[in-house]
């Protein structure tokens, strides 16, 4: 049948798309077919290497016996906290500093040095000062969710263009107003970037405050309880869990930021 | 003084910036009136000022010496009693283009803002795009939107910076039609900034010519025929020779080509 230009145009992208689908799923297969025959020859220990299936049936028993749900709750819950206070601070920090060259002066050089820091290296004083139930591992996370989305506030509104202040001021746009209308709208591609950096950063940082802080609920203490007992499956379930739950949280937070973005073609603004 | 809306009176006008310690002067001693409901261009070459002053009427450059008046009082900033079109549309890509025109729109309700948008969206011819965003309009539509923005507000005067300077040419020639169509049902003064010479004489009561380094007024030609203007008529013509002489682009027998 005789397709309009248009009509063609859209089954091509049809087509590409379900390509494209069958593309992103081609190299894990690969990789499971890969894994499955190594471990099916047995030149590798069990114990080092254990097959898909056994931790296939780790998964099942985590689920059923070891509260697997919980770990991933308790661990969700930490980084959705963590990174609300890291981002909504983050925020607060660099609208300041964007707006005010004094508050710039003021914070930006402290900023920078202590970013240098690589979060891991506060985990022993936070927990010292703050040995309170959860509040060590919130700190961490909201920490590490704090620098990326100070930066690119910073930055969005850094570069709001002078173009839109002028017209801004023209109709008597001040204050709060400018903020909200003009100067939050324009950084907002920005700081959509800033809250992805820190939901990826926060998601990882949350790892690791549960490898080092005592905690007896989350995926990095499930990972632990695995590498203390040689038991690779449950390592494997717990690295698998966390990869499929931070692409998830990846996908929902890019989503959500096409949404806020509305119409707006960011690549056609000049 | 006059009870007319729409005024401007420059007096004496001279501005200098600061370029590495040097004092740059940029207009010297400006003076002249714009009368409320006049079309009147500004033209003259890269660098002779004439955005700076119309920046001075907007109220965006301050620190000049001498006089900028509207309406008999002295400019102190911007007005929402002026209105400006920029070069680059700069329409809000965030806004959708009925969100864009109500920008200036704060003070009034709902309704009322509605009723506002729809009817300038309709003097522009755009109806029916309330919902696209800027990303999705042409360039002369675009041009067509921020027009409609500035006049919402209502102003005595409309300050037009380079308006069509990005347009193609004929999409351009349209859009002279249209300003002077939106010019004769507004009845409010503007003042066009343009480098187009046949865009002046087509549009313009008065064309003022500024020339560089420093920018001084060099002539202001009146231009009294009828519209709308033929761009080939003899009139049109000769006014044209008659300007570009004022650039030293003259040629000796402008009729020649119009008998």
Redesign the interface.
């Known amino acids: 049948m005789y397709l309009l230009k248009e009509e063609r145009v859209k089954s091509m992208n049809i087509r590409n798309q379900i390509k494209l689908r069958i593309g992103s799923l081609a190299l894990p297969l690969v990789l499971f077919i890969v894994w499955q025959f190594i471990a099916s020859q047995g030149y590798i220990l069990a114990m080092i290497l254990p097959s898909p299936a056994t931790v296939f049936n780790t998964l099942i028993t985590n689920i059923t016996q070891h509260d697997l749900l919980l770990h991933v709750a308790a661990s969700l819950k930490r980084v959705i906290v963590g990174f609300l206070v890291g981002t909504v601070s983050g925020f607060a920090l660099g609208l300041f500093m964007g707006l005010s060259r004094t508050a710039e002066k003021i914070f930006a050089p402290t900023f920078h040095v202590i970013r240098q820091v690589p979060v891991i290296g506060w985990i022993p004083l936070i927990v010292m000062w703050f040995a309170i139930a959860e509040v060590p591992q919130i700190i961490i996370i909201s920490l590490a969710a704090f620098y990326p989305m100070t930066l690119n506030t910073f930055a969005g509104v850094r570069n709001v263009r002078k173009?839109?202040l002028?017209?801004a001021?023209?109709?008597?746009y001040k204050g709060i107003?400018l903020i909200r209308k003009?100067i939050v709208?324009?950084a907002?591609p920005s700081i959509i970037t800033g809250a992805t950096l820190s939901l990826g950063m926060s998601w990882g940082i949350m790892m690791a405050a549960e490898f080092f802080i005592d905690t007896s609920y989350g995926i990095g203490t499930r990972i632990q309880a695995g590498r203390s007992s040689f038991n690779m499956a449950l390592v494997l379930v717990g690295i698998f869990t966390i990869g499929l739950i931070g692409y998830v949280l990846t996908v929902i937070i890019e989503t959500l930021g096409r949404v806020v973005?509305?119409?707006?073609?960011v690549n056609?603004?000049? | 003084m006059s009870t007319l809306k729409g005024v401007i009176e420059i007096r004496n006008l001279s501005k200098s910036f600061v370029v590495d310690n040097d004092e740059l002067k940029i207009l010297n001693n400006i003076n002249v009136t714009f009368s409320s409901g006049e079309f009147i261009s500004i033209i003259g070459s890269s660098g002779c000022g004439k955005t700076t002053l119309l920046r001075i009427m907007l109220g965006l450059e301050s620190d000049y010496e001498g006089q900028a008046l509207v309406d008999g009082e002295p400019i102190e900033g911007p007005g929402l009693n002026r209105g400006i079109v920029f070069q680059d549309h700069r329409l809000l890509p965030w806004l959708t283009v009925k969100e864009n025109i109500a920008f200036g729109l704060d003070k009034l309700g709902r309704k009322e803002k509605e009723l506002v948008v729809a009817e300038h969206l309709k003097l522009v011819g755009l109806n029916g795009f309330e919902r696209a965003y800027p990303s999705q309009l042409s360039g002369g539509m675009a041009q067509r939107v921020a027009i409609a923005r500035a006049l919402a507000n209502r102003p005595e005067i409309l300050l037009l910076d380079e308006p069509l300077g990005a347009l193609d040419a004929l999409t351009r020639m349209h859009m002279q039609k249209e300003l002077e169509r939106i010019w004769q049902l507004e009845k409010i003064t503007m003042i066009m900034v343009t480098h187009d010479v046949d865009e002046a004489i087509y549009l313009s009561d008065k064309v003022v010519i500024m020339s560089s380094r420093p920018g001084v007024i060099k002539k202001i030609i009146d231009i009294p025929f009828a519209r709308p203007r033929d761009r080939a008529s003899s009139e049109f013509i000769h006014i044209k020779a008659q300007i570009l002489k004022e650039f030293h682009l003259g040629t000796e027998y402008p009729f020649a080509y119009a008998i």
């Open positions: 173009e839109y002028e017209l001021s023209v109709n008597g107003k003009i709208p324009s907002l973005n509305q119409g707006r073609d056609k603004e000049i």
